[in-house]
């Protein structure tokens, strides 16, 4: 059996990687850990727009945390260490970790990462495309 896809309109060329990678955020565990922010921050006159993501990630610190854009994906993951050496009593606080995948457009760039008490910022900034009008000649 096979699978229809929007994707597969004969009018929407080159989208093979788009709809890969749909298919591979639809299999990420989306189970709301850690719970995030999404924020539009001012806009610059040149039509530039600025983007903050925000996640709760306390108890994480910077060497468990990895900020990294593949392809047109922004990945965090986080990945705490088990102390095998302490004996817990009661351990309400597990290590865990996680993978949060958010699709960037094209043209989003994320220009930097920051932790501070707990929370982890992913700052964006999308710049407006070059909008070009070329003409084909026929021969």
């Keep these: 059996m096979s699978r229809v896809s929007i994707f597969s309109s ?3 060329l080159g989208f093979e990687d788009m709809e890969r990678l749909l298919d591979r955020l639809g299999k990420t565990a989306s189970d709301g850990y850690p719970p995030y922010n999404i924020e ?7 039509g530039t ?4 993501i925000t996640l709760a990630v306390a108890g994480f610190s910077r060497d468990e945390l990895l900020v990294q854009v593949e ?9 705490q260490k088990d102390d095998r050496a302490k004996a817990y009593l009661h351990r309400g606080i597990a290590a865990r970790q996680f993978l949060k995948a958010f699709v960037l457009a094209d043209g989003m760039e994320v220009t930097g990462a920051s ?3 707990g929370m ?3 700052d964006l900034v999308r710049r407006p495309p070059n909008r ?4 084909i000649e026929i021969r």
Excluded at 71 to 79: F, M, P, S
Excluded at 132 to 135: A, G, H, I, P
């Design 10 to 12: 004969p009018f929407l």
């Design 40 to 46: 539009r921050l001012d806009s610059s006159e040149d």
């Design 49 to 52: 727009s600025h983007l903050r």
């Design 71 to 79: 392809e047109n994906q922004l990945l965090v993951r986080g990945k």
């Design 115 to 117: 932790l501070e008490h």
């Design 120 to 122: 982890l910022e992913i």
């Design 132 to 135: 070009t009008v070329r003409t």
